[in-house]
Nanobody
Framework: QVHLVESGGGLVHPGGSLTLSCAAS????????MSWYRQTPGEGRVEERE????????????YYDHSVKGRFTISRDDADNMLYLQMDNLNPSDTAIYYC??????????WGQGTQVTVST
């Protein structure tokens, strides 16, 4: 059974930093393209989740949405089946539920349960 478990969310002031983690089990982690998505309150459909960043295990450059490029850093540890998102210089528009996503080829993607990030004074 596949499990993706996010952690590290919380409340932070504008300009602050958080590091999200995603622990994966039940998959051959290195085969999967791993991503972070986010969804703002009120947007209930999976299709409305925004791709924030993604990373493969084959050394290709990571992908970043333009809104986070230069502020967020995605990384992975294939030995420990972990995905990370270092988020710096956070602003209120980054407030959302952040989801870990695992996708391999044409297979159905797997999702975590999400972790809330709130940026507020």
């Amino acid at each position: 059974q596949v499990h993706l478990v996010e952690s590290g969310g919380g409340l932070v002031h504008p300009g602050g930093s958080l590091t999200l983690s995603c622990a994966a089990s039940g998959i051959t982690f290195r085969r999967y393209y791993m991503s972070w998505y986010r969804q703002t309150p009120g947007e209930g459909r999976v299709e409305e989740r925004e791709l924030v960043a993604g990373i493969s295990s084959v050394g290709a450059p990571p992908y970043y949405d333009h809104s986070v490029k230069g502020r967020f850093t995605i990384s992975r540890d294939d030995a420990d089946n972990m995905l990370y998102l270092q988020m710096d210089n956070l602003n209120p528009s980054d407030t959302a539920i952040y989801y870990c996503n695992a996708k391999a080829g044409v297979d159905k993607p797997f999702w975590g349960q999400g972790t809330q990030v709130t940026v507020s004074t």
